[in-house]
C-alpha cells in the first residue's frame, strides 16, 4: 500500500485521573503565552509606549476574541443543523471544533473595544496581534495533525500519509502544508516587513498583509483538503474555507490601497 503510515502519537499529551490535556488545548495555550511575551518585548523595543498592564490586558481581550469567535464560527459555517438544535453543545469546548475565520473576526472585535478602552490606534494593535498570529496558526495545525482531522483528499504522492480516520487512504498531509505556508512561512514575511520603520510607522500595513497572504494561503491549501463530508464542495469545486478566506483577501487589498493612498 502506498503512503506514509500515520505516526502513533496520542491526541491526549497528559492525563492526570479524569483530567485529559490534549495537544490541541495547549496549542492555542503556547500561541498566547508566546505572543504575549512577544509583543511585551516589540512594544518595548521599539518604544510603542504600552505598559506590562496594557499588554496582559490584551492577551486577555485576545485569548476571548479567540474563543468566543472560534467557537460561534465553527457553529455557523461548520457545525450544522444539529448544533443549533442543540445549541448548549457550544458551550462544549472539550469536544472540539474551532473555525479560524470566527477566531480572527472575534479577535478583531475584541481589539475594537479594548483600542475603546485605552484610546488606542485600532490598526496599531492589529499590526502587533497579527505579526504572532502565525504562531498559533502554525502550532493549531500540526494538532490537528496529531488529533488525525482535517486530512488531505487521497493522493498518490510520496509523502502522502494514511489517517486512520481517513479510511488509511494516502492522503496530502493538508494540515502540515497549511502549518508550513500560514504559520512559518507567514510568520517570516510579516516579521521581516516589521524590521523597517516605514512599515511600523504606516499603521495597518501589516495587518492588510497578514489577512490578504492568509487568504491567498488558506485558498491554495484548500485545493489539497478534504472538505467536510456534511458540506461537501460549493458549485462542485469551491470549498467552505475558500468561501470564507475570499473576504479575508478584499480586505487586505482595500487596506494596503487605502494605505497606500493615505502615506
Known amino acids: 500500500m502506498t503512503g506514509l503510515p500515520f505516526p502513533e502519537i496520542s491526541p491526549i499529551a497528559l492525563s492526570i485521573g479524569p483530567l485529559?490535556?490534549?495537544?490541541?488545548?495547549l496549542a492555542y495555550l503556547f500561541g498566547i503565552l508566546i505572543a504575549w511575551f512577544l509583543i511585551l518585548r516589540n512594544s518595548k523595543k521599539y518604544n510603542l509606549g504600552y505598559t506590562s498592564q496594557h499588554i496582559e490586558d490584551l492577551a486577555f481581550?485576545?485569548?476571548?476574541?479567540?474563543?468566543?469567535?472560534?467557537r460561534l464560527g465553527y457553529a455557523?459555517?461548520?457545525?450544522?443543523?444539529?448544533?443549533?438544535?442543540?445549541?448548549?453543545?457550544?458551550?462544549?469546548?472539550?469536544?472540539?471544533?474551532?473555525?479560524f475565520h470566527g477566531g480572527i473576526c472575534g479577535v478583531i472585535l475584541a481589539s475594537w473595544l479594548y483600542v475603546k478602552k485605552y484610546n488606542f490606534k485600532f490598526l496599531q494593535i492589529t499590526d502587533l496581534i497579527a505579526l504572532y498570529t502565525p504562531i498559533g496558526m502554525f502550532l493549531g495545525r500540526i494538532a490537528n495533525?496529531?488529533?488525525?482531522?482535517?486530512?488531505g483528499r487521497v493522493t498518490d504522492v510520496p509523502w502522502a500519509?494514511?489517517?486512520?480516520?481517513?479510511?488509511?487512504?494516502?492522503?496530502?498531509?493538508?494540515?502540515?502544508?497549511?502549518?508550513?505556508?500560514?504559520?512559518?512561512?507567514?510568520f517570516v514575511l510579516l516579521n521581516y516587513l516589521w524590521r523597517f520603520k516605514t512599515?511600523?510607522?504606516?499603521?495597518?500595513?501589516?495587518?492588510?498583509?497578514?489577512?490578504?497572504?492568509?487568504?491567498?494561503?488558506?485558498m491554495s491549501m484548500e485545493q489539497f483538503r478534504q472538505p467536510d463530508a456534511h458540506i461537501?464542495?460549493?458549485?462542485?469545486?469551491?470549498?467552505?474555507?475558500?468561501?470564507?478566506?475570499?473576504?479575508?483577501?478584499?480586505?487586505?487589498?482595500?487596506?494596503?490601497?487605502?494605505?497606500?493612498?493615505?502615506?
Open 76 to 99: 455557523v459555517f461548520y457545525g450544522g443543523s444539529e448544533m443549533w438544535l442543540k445549541p448548549w453543545r457550544i458551550l462544549e469546548l472539550w469536544k472540539g471544533g474551532m473555525s
Open 20 to 25: 485529559a490535556i490534549r495537544w490541541y488545548s
Open 199 to 218: 512599515i511600523r510607522a504606516h499603521s495597518g500595513t501589516i495587518s492588510a498583509i497578514f489577512v490578504l497572504m492568509y487568504g491567498i494561503f488558506r
Open 145 to 151: 495533525f496529531v488529533n488525525d482531522e482535517l486530512w
Open 161 to 186: 500519509v494514511r489517517f486512520p480516520n481517513g479510511g488509511y487512504l494516502p492522503r496530502h498531509p493538508s494540515q502540515l502544508y497549511e502549518a508550513f505556508f500560514e504559520g512559518l512561512i507567514l
Open 232 to 263: 461537501g464542495f460549493f458549485f462542485n469545486s469551491i470549498t467552505m474555507g475558500q468561501l470564507l478566506s475570499l473576504p479575508f483577501v478584499i480586505l487586505g487589498v482595500v487596506l494596503l490601497l487605502k494605505n497606500y493612498k493615505k502615506h
Open 61 to 70: 481581550y485576545i485569548t476571548l476574541g479567540i474563543i468566543i469567535g472560534g
